[in-house]
T-cell receptor, first 113, second 117 residues
Framework: GESVGLHLPTLSVQEGDNSIINCAYS??????FIWYKQESGKGPQFIID?????DKRQGQRVTVLLNKTVKHLSLQIAATQPGDSAVYFC????????????FGAGTQVVVTP | GAVVSQHPSRVICKSGTSVKIECRSL??????MFWYRQFPKQSLMLMAT?????????EQGVEKDKFLINHASLTLSTLTVTSAHPEDSSFYIC?????????????FGSGTQLSVL
């Protein structure tokens, strides 16, 4: 992902609505993409991943979309719950340096009742 | 599932002292571990790649003499912040992976909050 310094966008979502979080990446060689959730004072928690040979992947209540043409990644969370409130990061990596992640700037998701 | 343990979770030290942070893979062997730093409201920035039995590979702009990494065994990597200063105050996170290229096998520690007074 592209990390842009001090800016941490915030997405306010009403409980039960769907959330869409967007991310841009810059490395054309990246072929592996992951979404993480981070709660305050904790390490990143894996949500879902996708490889470059796919453009969509679904998990439990989450869907990741990948657009390689414009180097864009999105995470959709269905029926957002209060427990989904956290900071969400995308990260990208490449096969030849697996595990070495470039994180995006992050999006703060706030779920309101 | 596999777990990466990081210790301590929080440390406060005086300026000029050194602090060691441990990253352990609890039920798998990790030939490679990664160290990240995260400032408040910012993203995780990769500092270095820790390789068991060899020197760490540092990212551009990270001082290797300042942030000493030792990966002496397949289950332990340590990051020592030498002569810490207030600007080193940050959240430090490690990650490790088992063999294979599936994200479920890449695990993060719970992080260490370093505060330098």
């Amino acid at each position: 992902g592209e990390s842009v310094g001090l800016h941490l966008p915030t997405l306010s979502v009403q409980e039960g609505d769907n959330s869409i979080i967007n991310c841009a990446y810059s490395n054309s060689a990246s072929d592996y993409f992951i979404w993480y959730k981070q709660e305050s004072g904790k390490g990143p928690q894996f949500i879902i991943d996708i490889r470059s040979n796919m453009d969509k992947r679904q998990g439990q209540r989450v869907t990741v979309l990948l657009n390689k043409t414009v180097k864009h990644l999105s995470l959709q969370i269905a029926a957002t719950q209060p427990g989904d409130s956290a900071v969400y990061f995308c990260a990208d990596s490449s096969t030849d340096s697996w595990g070495k992640l470039q994180f995006g700037a992050g999006t703060q998701v706030v779920v309101t009742p | 599932g596999a777990v990466v343990s990081q210790h301590p979770s929080r440390v406060i030290c005086k300026s000029g002292t050194s602090v060691k942070i441990e990253c352990r893979s609890l039920d798998f062997q990790a030939t490679t571990m990664f160290w990240y730093r995260q400032f408040p409201k910012q993203s995780l920035m990769l500092m270095a790649t820790s390789n068991e039995g060899s020197k760490a590979t540092y990212e551009q702009g990270v001082e290797k003499d300042k942030f000493l990494i030792n990966h002496a065994s397949l289950t332990l990597s340590t990051l020592t912040v030498t002569s810490a200063h207030p600007e080193d105050s940050s959240f430090y996170i490690c990650s490790a992976y088992t063999t294979g290229g599936v994200s479920e096998k890449l695990f993060f520690g719970s992080g260490t909050q370093l505060s330098v007074l």
